[in-house]
């Protein structure tokens, strides 16, 4: 009974996060539009704020549920290449933005090629390259965790010195033991 009850409260609280997520684009602010320069103008900041988070609320909970269901050995492999695609979309936008934007503009408008780089990541909410890229380094880099903890605990029990695993911060220093 205490897991399908668990299961409702985490879908309640998943549709409560979408809807107050999408929400946000119905906030009318004095910065509703602080993005717009010589690289162009986009949508509402909140609008877009709203969007982003929107797609976070999303994808988090299939990253969660992947870390479950993928075998460990995969984890990492699938970070690394899910991080290095996201780096690639990036790369693909500014090599765009060279090839459309910057022949079309005059010599000082030039020289914001960086923020009109940004502007279209940042303004490209129909696909999740920011949020892409946010998950799979964080799954990458979490996917380490587990392998430096048995590899630290391995090398421990072979030594000898302890004999139960702790977390990685909460272990002491080997110059700890010493001095006492």
């Known amino acids: 009974m205490a897991i399908p009850l668990r299961l409702l409260v985490g879908i309640v609280a998943w549709a409560g996060a979408l809807w107050a997520s999408l929400q946000i684009a119905n906030l009318h ?18 609008a877009l704020v709203s969007c982003h988070l929107a797609w976070l609320v999303v994808l988090t909970p299939l990253a969660l549920v992947g870390r479950t269901v993928v075998p460990a050995r995969w984890q990492r492999p699938i970070g690394v290449t899910t991080f290095v695609l996201a780096v690639a979309l990036v790369l693909g936008v500014v090599a765009r933005e060279a090839v459309d934007w910057l022949p079309t503009v005059d010599a000082t408008a030039r020289q914001y090629f960086a923020q009109r780089c940004l502007f279209v990541i940042a303004t490209w909410i129909d696909f999740p390259v920011v949020e892409l890229g ?4 964080l ?5 380490d965790e ?8 391995a090398s421990q029990s072979a030594e000898g010195q302890e004999s139960e695993w702790h977390p990685p911060f909460e272990r002491q220093n080997s110059y700890d033991h010493d001095q006492s």
Do not use: F, K
Not at 139 to 143: A, H, L
Not at 146 to 153: D, K, L, S
């Open 134 to 137: 946010l998950l799979s380094l």
């Open 139 to 143: 799954w990458w880099r979490v996917s």
């Open 29 to 46: 602010t004095s910065w509703d539009h602080a993005i717009c320069g010589v690289w162009g103008c986009g949508p509402s900041l909140s």
């Open 146 to 153: 587990p392998a430096r903890a048995t590899v630290a605990y």
